[in-house]
């Protein structure tokens, strides 16, 4: 039983969780404008005072500092072991059923996007409409989807495509089997 899948799930997911990682330092200033009008919105709501609403706005700005620079580390990490759970079902439908790879890399791809991004989004559109239409003022929807698309094409690739990672895997193939 080989754990190419695996591994190739692994590195799609640290290179997507780097790149997704980094966007929101790009997006900075419509993120906090974002979260400042999230915050306002519920608040609002919620029937909260000007002062608890301005102090809430204020903390925002304190704690979007921080989380920006932890942001591209955690991401990193959480699609790594995101990769690893994927690389699992990727091995399962390679090794169950004898298909190309590749089919099976979109296959696992699809399975990612549908329960990471698209039923998240479709059940926060049902529980509270207003919130999705906030962000989606700031964010365009398709940047909702990229890790999905870049952690499936890169799977793709990787099953696919002999290239560096191949030798790697070759090289150090007593390190990675059972």
Same mark, same amino acid.
């Given at each position: 039983?080989?754990?190419? *899948?695996?591994?190739?799930s692994?590195? $799609? @997911? !640290?290179i997507? @969780?780097v790149?997704?990682?980094l966007?929101?330092l790009s997006l900075?200033?419509s993120f906090n404008e974002? %979260? ?9 709501? $919620?029937n909260a005072?000007?002062e608890?609403?301005?102090? $809430? %706005?204020s ?9 920006m620079?932890i942001? *591209?580390? $955690?991401?990193?990490?959480? !699609?790594?072991?995101? @990769? ?8 399962y439908f390679i090794?169950?059923?004898?298909i ?7 296959i696992?791809?699809?399975i990612f996007i549908l %329960?990471?991004?698209a039923? *998240? ?5 049902? %529980?509270n409409?207003q919130i999705i ?13 990229i890790p999905g698309?870049?952690?499936?094409? /890169?799977l793709?690739l990787?099953s696919s495509?002999?290239? *560096?990672w191949?030798?790697l /895997? ?5 390190c990675?089997?059972?």
């Open positions: 039983m080989s754990n190419k *899948p695996i591994l190739y692994i590195f $799609a @997911g !640290m997507t @969780g790149v997704v990682g966007l929101p900075m200033s974002m %979260l400042r009008e999230i915050v306002m919105y519920q608040l609002t709501s $919620a005072s000007k608890v609403i301005e102090e $809430a %706005l903390k925002i700005n304190e704690t979007l500092i921080i989380v620079w942001t *591209p580390i $955690a991401t990193t990490i959480q !699609m790594i072991l995101i @990769g690893a759970l994927f690389g699992i079902l990727h091995r090794n169950k059923y004898n190309k790879p590749w089919y099976y890399a979109l696992v791809g699809v %329960l990471t991004e039923i *998240p989004i479709f059940a926060s559109l049902f %529980l409409q239409n906030i962000v989606f003022k700031y964010i365009n929807p398709f940047m909702i989807f698309i870049l952690y499936t094409i /890169l793709i990787f495509i002999k290239g *560096p191949a030798k /895997l070759r090289k150090n193939h007593q990675i089997r059972y």
